[in-house]
């Protein structure tokens, strides 16, 4: 803070040369040996501490008043009653989105960042699959926007044999080692400032060439600033050998590593999902689980209207916070026209969204879905009651009505004078017959 | 009767081979065959020169170019595929492999039959194998063992390739007709590509040419050779993919060889990864099982066709126009093999004659 009165910088003052010799300002000081009033004002605002945050909001809550309450006293009453304490409202760690609307707009932030391979959004993004949903969807969405943003793609193929022209493909199949291959990797980024490695299986990265995760880690995202983008086949089953039985699988190794994780999940399966736990039924099982002999993909896989994710954004700080999205297909509306030498224009809009905002989660269709299940399980009873019992259950509307008719006898008792007691009430009709020797008993 | 006449109509969107370079994967189990499946695929592919139907539409711009095809088969001898493809399918492979449409590679004979089929071809096949006798039911379901079987034989394979050498050279002196002699990767890599050459070209206007590459599990390797890893084998998949454009492969998918026992046995895990890795690699997934509810006089089985449409780092995108969908890539209908070979494809409940 430079503090300036009458023409003087008081920062520009050379300060040593004023102590070492005072006569310097001694003309300031007027004969009488008062100073002049910017001075005072000067020194006041000097000597004012300055305040730290603002303490008189601040309250200490002590846990008790005072050390009496700690020792026991009879009290006369007998009951000793505790004082309430004094508690201020509970402090939230984080501050929370408080409309809808910023809630998406946060979590939709989050997600772009990562999609569109922002710098230093995720350095390792983990993508997890089945053959219920294959990541390729969300891979190539990824791939399409780093290519519109000019990011130099890498794809490390141990499954895919033929990749798109405008992507940089390196074979990782057929016998390559792990040096040669990391060697080739670093080849291929340091062509552009700016790079997005795709490997298409992290379980053979791992197997078949012996790499260590955290050696391409430290390639990728720390020697070229880049991003690393996994995907892990979760039907893969991982080989157990005796010698790393205490070694932990490499699933796990991944998540831990990892800065983003995705689950793919097919949409017709959260639909189905979601359907059987509004009806709280158990959650159906998809694909290799199914249980049928010879199943290897369930029906309704790779749903080409979209794909569902799971994402676990790790944030810097620390906190992890997860939301699922809904990423449909793309169409070549989504994005401009490239320009030349591009092979992807820019994107117009980002059209991922949470999943509650789609419709057909969201409303109608499951709703119906769950009528029409509601409905079939009830109508199965009612023929069920039909065709299994020989008794004819149902009443006639004649008879609903007199049953409806009869008043039990606490409706009486409950009226002004206590009514009649427990006297059964019965009119007579024509068909009864009175029985004297009865009514005695 | 024209071979493309074979295949049932409901069925032929599934066995149509894709536009572009692709991997299908046909899954079988032991009571629900897919042999019935694959000659069909065969019969696609060479009866595509002819104009009539049958024949996708991109095979047509290519110039009058069929399919060739490469049957490499480890389960089945050449005798066997010959009669499947003439009952069923109506065709005659000799004059094929003769024309040079298609080449046999013989897994069976060298790697695991005793005699390392040294005799006439009919007659030992039955009379002195270990592998169960290749026979044809009424029901016209060929009967065939487990693929664990032919483990058994394994010592056998490691001796057997040394006497067989000679066999081998005369036996690709046999037009088109190739023998494995060996399980090792690279001398089956070999053998596949000298088959390639051995091929014509289908057309002379085009440069390039379809073939098909048929692999009939391959996964027995996994059993009968430990060494060979599931990643070894896809890699050998994907690096004959560079040059073939579609690749089928014939996988067992039954319980006892992809759900695990506890702890799990290293042939589960082979067999389980391997056909998880092919599922996921292609882009067509053919599962034929039996029929959920049970034995039926007049269904064989059920087959499953789902699709994965996006491939890694397939960047196109679908405009607006283009609107070619079929369903949601999934769909289910039943068959039935009847004793005289052909196929009935129909759709559950329309048991009528289709």
Same mark, same amino acid.
């Given at each position: 803070?430079?503090?300036?009165?009458?023409?003087?910088?008081?920062?520009?003052?050379?300060?040593?040369?004023? +102590?070492?010799?005072?006569?310097?300002?001694?003309?300031?000081?007027?004969?009488?040996?008062?100073?002049?009033?910017?001075l005072?004002?000067?020194?006041q605002?000097?000597?004012?501490?300055?305040?730290?945050?603002?303490r008189? =909001?601040?309250?200490?809550v002590?846990?008790?008043?005072?050390?009496?309450?700690?020792?026991? =006293?009879?009290?006369?009453?007998?009951?000793?009653?505790?004082?309430?304490?004094?508690?201020?409202?509970?402090?939230?760690?984080?501050?929370?989105?408080?409309?809808?609307?910023?809630?998406?707009?946060?979590?939709?932030?989050?997600?772009?960042?990562?999609?569109?391979?922002?710098?230093?959004a995720?350095?390792?993004?983990?993508?997890?699959?089945?053959? @219920?949903?294959?990541?390729?969807?969300?891979?190539?969405?990824?791939?399409?926007?780093?290519?519109s943003?000019?990011?130099?793609?890498v794809?490390?193929?141990? &499954?895919?044999?033929?990749?798109?022209?405008?992507?940089?493909?390196?074979?990782? +199949?057929?016998?390559?080692?792990?040096?040669?291959?990391?060697?080739?990797?670093?080849?291929?980024? @340091?062509?552009?400032?700016?790079s997005?490695?795709?490997?298409?299986?992290?379980?053979?990265?791992?197997?078949?060439?012996?790499? #260590?995760?955290?050696?391409?880690?430290?390639?990728?995202?720390?020697?070229?600033?880049?991003?690393?983008?996994?995907?892990?086949h979760?039907?893969?089953?991982?080989?157990?050998?005796?010698?790393?039985?205490?070694?932990?699988?490499?699933?796990?190794?991944?998540?831990?590593?990892?800065?983003?994780?995705?689950?793919?999940?097919?949409?017709?399966?959260?639909?189905?999902?979601?359907?059987?736990?509004?009806?709280?039924?158990?959650?159906?099982?998809?694909?290799?689980?199914?249980?049928?002999?010879?199943?290897?993909?369930?029906? #309704?896989?790779?749903?080409?209207?979209?794909?569902?994710?799971?994402?676990?954004?790790?944030?810097?700080?620390?906190?992890? &916070?997860?939301?699922?999205?809904?990423?449909?297909?793309?169409?070549?509306?989504?994005? =401009?026209?490239?320009?030349?030498?591009?092979?992807?224009?820019?994107?117009?809009?980002?059209?991922?969204?949470?999943?509650?905002?789609?419709?057909?989660?969201?409303?109608?269709?499951?709703?119906?879905?769950?009528?029409?299940?509601?409905?079939?399980?009830?109508?199965?009873?009612?023929?069920d009651?039909?065709?299994?019992?020989?008794? =004819?259950?149902?009443?006639?509307?004649?008879?609903?009505?007199?049953?409806?008719?009869?008043?039990?006898?606490?409706?009486?008792?409950?009226?002004?004078?206590g009514?009649?007691?427990?006297?059964?009430?019965?009119?007579?009709?024509?068909?009864?017959?009175?029985?004297?020797?009865?009514?005695?008993? | 009767?024209?071979?493309?006449? $074979?295949?049932?109509?409901?069925?032929?969107?599934?066995?149509?081979?894709?536009?572009?370079?692709?991997?299908?994967?046909?899954?079988?189990?032991?009571?629900?065959?897919?042999?019935?499946?694959?000659?069909?695929?065969?019969?696609?592919?060479?009866?595509?020169?002819?104009?009539?139907?049958?024949?996708?539409?991109?095979?047509?711009?290519?110039?009058?170019?069929?399919?060739?095809?490469?049957?490499?088969?480890?389960?089945?001898?050449?005798?066997?595929?010959?009669?499947?493809?003439?009952?069923?399918?109506?065709?005659?492979?000799?004059?094929?492999?003769?024309?040079?449409?298609?080449?046999?590679?013989?897994?069976? $004979?060298?790697?695991?039959?005793?005699?390392?089929?040294?005799?006439?071809?009919?007659?030992?096949?039955?009379?002195?194998?270990?592998?169960?006798?290749?026979?044809?039911?009424?029901?016209?379901?060929?009967?065939?063992?487990?693929?664990?079987?032919?483990?058994?034989?394994?010592?056998?394979a490691?001796?057997?390739?040394?006497?067989?050498l000679?066999?081998?050279?005369?036996?690709?002196?046999?037009?088109?007709?190739?023998?494995?002699?060996?399980p090792?990767?690279?001398? !089956?890599?070999?053998?596949?590509?000298?088959?390639?050459?051995?091929?014509?070209?289908t057309?002379?206007?085009?440069?390039?040419?379809?073939?098909?590459?048929?692999?009939?599990?391959?996964?027995?390797?996994?059993?009968?050779?430990?060494?060979?890893?599931?990643?070894?084998?896809?890699?050998?998949?994907?690096?004959?993919?560079?040059?073939?454009?579609?690749? !089928?492969?014939?996988?067992?998918?039954?319980?006892?060889?992809?759900? !695990?026992?506890?702890?799990?046995?290293?042939?589960? !895990?082979?067999?389980?990864?391997?056909v998880?890795?092919?599922?996921?690699?292609?882009? $067509?997934?053919?599962?034929?099982?039996?029929?959920?509810?049970?034995?039926?006089?007049?269904?064989?089985?059920?087959?499953?066709?789902?699709?994965?449409?996006?491939?890694?780092?397939?960047?196109?995108?679908?405009?607006?126009?283009?609107?070619e969908?079929?369903g949601?890539?999934?769909?289910?209908?039943?068959?039935?093999?009847?004793?005289?070979?052909?196929?009935?494809?129909?759709?559950?409940?329309?048991?009528g004659?289709?």
């Amino acid at each position: 803070m430079t503090y300036t009165a009458h023409g003087l910088d008081f920062e520009a003052i050379g300060w040593t040369a004023l +102590y070492t010799s005072p006569s310097l300002v001694r003309h300031l000081i007027a004969e009488d040996g008062t100073l002049p009033d910017w001075l005072i004002e000067y020194r006041q605002s000097k000597l004012e501490p300055v305040p730290f945050g603002d303490r008189r =909001n601040i309250t200490f809550v002590p846990r008790a008043k005072d050390c009496t309450k700690w020792i026991k =006293n009879n009290c006369p009453t007998g009951i000793r009653k505790r004082v309430p304490e004094i508690r201020l409202p509970k402090k939230r760690s984080m501050p929370r989105p408080l409309t809808i609307a910023q809630y998406q707009g946060h979590a939709l932030h989050l997600l772009s960042r990562v999609l569109n391979i922002r710098l230093n959004a995720s350095p390792f993004t983990l993508i997890v699959d089945d053959l @219920s949903q294959r990541a390729t969807p969300l891979t190539s969405e990824i791939m399409r926007r780093a290519l519109s943003r000019n990011i130099n793609v890498v794809v490390v193929a141990f &499954e895919a044999a033929d990749v798109d022209p405008a992507i940089h493909y390196i074979p990782a +199949y057929g016998g390559i080692t792990g040096a040669q291959l990391l060697e080739k990797i670093e080849v291929a980024m @340091s062509e552009r400032q700016e790079s997005l490695v795709v490997v298409d299986s992290l379980y053979d990265l791992v197997n078949a060439t012996d790499i #260590d995760m955290g050696v391409l880690f430290d390639l990728v995202a720390t020697r070229f600033a880049s991003t690393l983008v996994g995907i892990y086949h979760q039907d893969i089953l991982a080989d157990q050998y005796p010698e790393n039985a205490y070694a932990p699988q490499h699933l796990e190794y991944f998540q831990y590593l990892a800065t983003t994780i995705f689950t793919c999940k097919s949409l017709a399966h959260v639909l189905a999902a979601k359907a059987a736990s509004e009806r709280s039924l158990a959650e159906p099982t998809f694909g290799l689980l199914q249980g049928a002999e010879g199943v290897v993909q369930c029906l #309704d896989a790779n749903d080409h209207r979209g794909i569902v994710f799971t994402a676990e954004f790790r944030r810097k700080s620390g906190r992890p &916070e997860s939301e699922t999205f809904f990423l449909r297909e793309t169409l070549i509306s989504d994005y =401009n026209e490239p320009l030349p030498l591009m092979r992807v224009g820019t994107l117009k809009q980002e059209f991922a969204v949470l999943i509650d905002q789609v419709p057909a989660y969201a409303n109608e269709v499951v709703i119906s879905l769950v009528k029409s299940a509601a409905d079939a399980v009830e109508s199965n009873q009612a023929t069920d009651d039909l065709i299994e019992s020989t008794f =004819n259950l149902s009443i006639t509307d004649k008879q609903k009505e007199a049953r409806d008719g009869v008043i039990l006898p606490y409706f009486d008792a409950q009226t002004a004078n206590g009514g009649e007691g427990g006297r059964i009430l019965y009119d007579m009709s024509m068909e009864d017959d009175f029985d004297e020797e009865e009514d005695e008993i | 009767m024209s071979p493309s006449s $074979r295949i049932p109509p409901l069925l032929q969107p599934c066995i149509r081979l894709p536009k572009d370079k692709s991997i299908l994967l046909v899954t079988s189990t032991l009571g629900a065959s897919a042999n019935w499946l694959i000659i069909r695929f065969i019969c696609d592919a060479l009866s595509s020169t002819a104009k009539d139907g049958g024949l996708s539409d991109e095979i047509n711009t290519l110039g009058e170019g069929g399919v060739n095809i490469i049957l490499v088969s480890w389960m089945q001898e050449w005798e066997f595929w010959k009669q499947e493809a003439r009952k069923g399918g109506g065709l005659d492979l000799d004059r094929a492999k003769r024309e040079g449409r298609m080449a046999f590679v013989d897994g069976l $004979r060298a790697l695991f039959l005793p005699d390392g089929g040294e005799k006439n071809e009919n007659i030992p096949v039955t009379k002195t194998t270990q592998t169960p006798p290749v026979r044809t039911l009424p029901g016209g379901i060929p009967a065939r063992g487990p693929a664990a079987v032919p483990a058994r034989t394994t010592p056998s394979a490691s001796t057997i390739p040394a006497r067989n050498l000679p066999e081998q050279t005369s036996a690709s002196t046999k037009q088109g007709h190739y023998t494995l002699c060996s399980p090792d990767l690279a001398h !089956l890599k070999s053998t596949i590509q000298t088959a390639v050459a051995h091929l014509t070209p289908t057309s002379t206007s085009t440069t390039t040419t379809k073939t098909l590459l048929i692999l009939d599990t391959p996964s027995i390797l996994l059993a009968t050779t430990p060494t060979i890893s599931p990643s070894s084998l896809t890699s050998l998949v994907l690096t004959l993919h560079t040059t073939l454009p579609h690749i !089928l492969v014939h996988s067992h998918a039954d319980d006892p060889l992809l759900s !695990l026992s506890t702890p799990p046995q290293p042939l589960e !895990l082979a067999h389980h990864n391997f056909v998880v890795k092919v599922a996921h690699m292609s882009r $067509r997934v053919l599962s034929v099982r039996v029929l959920d509810t049970g034995v039926a006089r007049d269904v064989s089985g059920v087959l499953r066709v789902t699709e994965n449409k996006v491939g890694l780092g397939d960047l196109r995108v679908k405009g607006k126009e283009e609107e070619e969908d079929d369903g949601n890539g999934g769909r289910e209908v039943l068959y039935y093999v009847k004793g005289d070979g052909s196929v009935r494809v129909f759709e559950r409940g329309g048991g009528g004659d289709g």
